[in-house]
C-alpha cells in the first residue's frame, strides 16, 4: 500500500470553471475526510465519509462543493463555478473506525482559481 | 465545540537545541486524542506524536515528547537535539473517541525554523 493518493497535485482553473479532485484512500481505511488549508493557517474540516456514507458536511461546504465515495473506495471532491476563494489546498485523509491513531493524509492537490 | 489554540506563529532555534511548542484546547469532554502534526514545506502531513487523555503518562517518540496537563487543557511538544530536518509547520490537533463525530480540529500551526 502507498498511502493516500490524491490526484492532480496542482490545478489552475478560470474563475467560472468546474473541478474534480480525486482522493484514494488507504485500501483498509474505511473513513476518508477531506480538509481544506489556506496560506499559514491549520487543515479546516470539510466532509467526512465512512464507507460510502456521507456523515457529516461543514458549513464551509457550500453549495458548490459536492463529495462522493461510491462503493466506499476512492472519493471525488466536485467544485462547481470556481471563485478565487476556492483557491487553497485541498487534502484528504484516511483512518480506521477501529484505531484512534490519527490520520493519514495525502499530499494534497493545489487548486489555484485566477 | 471543540477549539485548538497555538500561540506561537513562528519560531526560531538553532541546530541541536531543544524547543518548545505551545498549544491549549478547549473542551468538555473527559476523553479524547491529541496529536501533533508535522507539515515540511510543500510536503505532506505526518503524525509527530499522539497522546491519548486517559493516560497521565507523557507520550515520547525519540527527540519528541509532549507534556501533557490535562487539568489545564495544554499539550507542549518538546523536540529535543534539534534538526535542520525538523523545519517544518507544526499542529497540534485534537479528537474525540471514535464515534460518529470523529474529525479532528487543528490549531493554526506554528512555523519553526531550525537554523544551521
Known amino acids: 500500500d502507498t498511502g493516500v493518493s490524491q490526484d492532480p497535485r496542482h490545478k489552475i482553473t478560470k474563475r467560472g470553471q468546474n473541478v474534480t479532485f480525486r482522493c484514494d484512500p488507504i485500501?483498509?481505511?474505511?473513513?476518508l475526510y477531506w480538509y481544506r488549508q489556506t496560506l499559514g493557517q491549520g487543515p479546516e474540516f470539510l466532509t467526512y465519509?465512512?464507507?460510502?456514507?456521507?456523515?457529516?458536511k461543514s458549513r464551509l461546504l457550500s453549495d458548490r462543493f459536492s463529495a462522493e465515495r461510491p462503493k466506499g473506495s476512492f472519493s471525488t471532491l466536485e467544485i462547481q463555478r470556481t471563485e478565487q476563494g476556492d483557491s487553497a489546498m485541498y487534502l484528504c485523509?484516511?483512518?480506521?473506525?477501529?484505531?484512534?491513531?490519527?490520520?493519514?493524509f495525502g499530499s494534497g492537490t493545489r487548486l489555484t482559481v485566477v | 465545540a471543540q477549539t485548538v489554540t497555538q500561540s506561537q506563529p513562528e519560531m526560531s532555534v538553532q541546530e541541536a537545541e531543544t524547543v518548545t511548542l505551545s498549544c491549549t484546547y478547549d473542551?468538555?469532554?473527559?476523553?479524547?486524542?491529541l496529536f501533533w502534526y508535522k507539515q515540511p514545506p510543500s510536503r505532506q502531513m505526518i503524525l509527530v506524536i499522539r497522546?491519548?487523555?486517559?493516560?497521565?503518562q507523557n507520550a515520547t517518540e525519540n527527540r519528541f515528547s509532549v507534556n501533557f496537563q490535562k487539568a489545564a487543557k495544554s499539550f507542549s511538544l518538546k523536540i529535543s537535539d534539534s534538526q535542520l530536518g525538523d523545519t517544518a509547520m507544526y499542529f497540534c490537533?485534537?479528537?474525540?473517541?471514535?464515534?460518529?463525530?470523529?474529525?479532528?480540529?487543528f490549531g493554526k500551526g506554528t512555523r519553526l525554523h531550525i537554523l544551521p
Open positions: 485523509a484516511s483512518s480506521s473506525a477501529w484505531q484512534n491513531y490519527g490520520y493519514t
Open positions: 485500501s483498509e481505511h474505511n473513513r
Open positions: 465519509f465512512q464507507n460510502e456514507a456521507q456523515l457529516e
Open positions: 473542551t468538555s469532554e473527559n476523553n479524547y486524542y
Open positions: 497522546q491519548e487523555a486517559y493516560k497521565q
Open positions: 490537533a485534537f479528537m474525540k473517541p471514535q464515534n460518529r463525530d470523529d474529525k479532528i480540529i
